[in-house]
């Protein structure tokens, strides 16, 4: 396999406010990422529609989540940040792959098994089709890491699939138009940090979600104090204190699931937070944990209130965004054309 020059893709659904998972598992890292990388963040606005959404309500959640991601830290001249449906190369190349991408692959989809329910049936095509257009958002790119959440991996793994096949496939033409060996990188997910896979608040055995029914579910980051505080108060917990080490944790999903939030919250180990906290009662550790959160999360409530009275402001950092990405997508779009000889008449006439 060549060596691509190293390009970071990820994206985020404008489906609802961003929650805590949303921040510990992929967000801490896209951050970081930009210290070391050229990269690239999307709102993906064209995935959140594989659910049904309320027009006025999504526009204003795309602009809510590009808030969230400028009030945490992403800095929009460094990063590109735009949201997915200014730049249609993506539903392009997502159609292409749509072709390239075997049904037997999608059927093992358990996003797609959770998302539809019992009524599959009745779920939308493109929720189906959703991971060949997660391929095509990073791939447009030739994106090679992908900073994700644990629950992630699955599309990541089915997003390498469609890449090494697509140069499989059309392998002679991808050498006679001069792309050498490959055309696409075999992208690699980046699932690190303390929180990888934050669980609801009142289930411990189900991920934390923008789409759970219960907001009770989850923290979001526009949460007040009071709200962080009552929705940790009524988190789901058993009734044993906490153990002094990490192995008393298992079997006890809820209980590993704050101690996993306090110890990504004050980036120590869950080791440490349980020589600090070992014996304990919810009671006390509850409050705590309610405190480290209002602390870390506050001042990223108030800086989104702030970006938000200005939705100019929010608008031209999209536009300027998708206009950089466009410059990326579109030779690179044109390339997979000619590739799969899909004419285009371009410069004639
Ligand atoms: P939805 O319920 O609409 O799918 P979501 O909460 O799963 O929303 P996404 O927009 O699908 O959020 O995912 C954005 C990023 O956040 C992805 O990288 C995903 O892996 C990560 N992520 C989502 N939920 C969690 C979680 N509970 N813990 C850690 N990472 C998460
Ligand atoms: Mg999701």
Known sequence: MPKFPERVFSGMQPTHTLHLGNYLGAMVNWIRMQETHSCIYCVVDVHAITIAQDPKELAQNIREV??????????????????????????????????????????????????????????????????????????????????????????????RDIAQKFNNDFSESIAAHGHGEA??????????????????????????????????????????????????????????????EAKGLAGRPEAENLVGIYAALARKSKEAVLGEFGGAQFSTFKPVLAELAVERLAPIAAEMK????????????????????????????????????????????
Request: proline share 6%; with cysteine.
């Open 306 to 349: 702030r970006l938000l009275a200005d939705r100019r402001h929010i608008d031209s950092v999209l536009s300027n965004g998708a206009e950089r990405a466009r410059t990326i997508a579109a030779p690179i779009m044109r390339d997979v054309k000619d590739v799969v000889g899909l004419l285009s008449t371009r410069g004639v006439g």
């Open 66 to 159: 590009t808030a969230s991601y400028l009030a945490c830290g992403l800095d929009p001249e460094r990063s590109i940040i735009f949201n997915q449906s200014q730049v249609a190369e993506h539903a392009e190349l997502a159609w292409v792959f749509n072709c390239v991408a075997r049904l037997g692959w999608l059927n093992r989809m358990t996003q797609f098994k959770e998302k539809a329910g019992k009524d599959r049936e009745n779920a939308s095509v493109g929720l189906y089709a959703y991971p060949n257009l997660m391929a095509a958002d990073i791939l447009v790119y030739k994106g090679t890491h992908v900073p994700v959440g644990e629950d992630q991996k699955q599309h990541l793994e089915l997003a």
């Open 183 to 244: 055309f696409f990188p075999l992208p690699e997910p980046m699932i690190t940090g303390p929180a990888t896979r934050v669980m609801s608040l009142r289930d411990g055995t189900k991920k934390m979600s923008k789409s759970d029914a219960s907001d009770f579910s989850r923290i979001s980051l526009t949460d007040d104090a009071d709200m962080i505080a009552q929705k940790i108060r009524k988190a789901k917990t058993d009734p044993e204190p906490l153990p002094s």
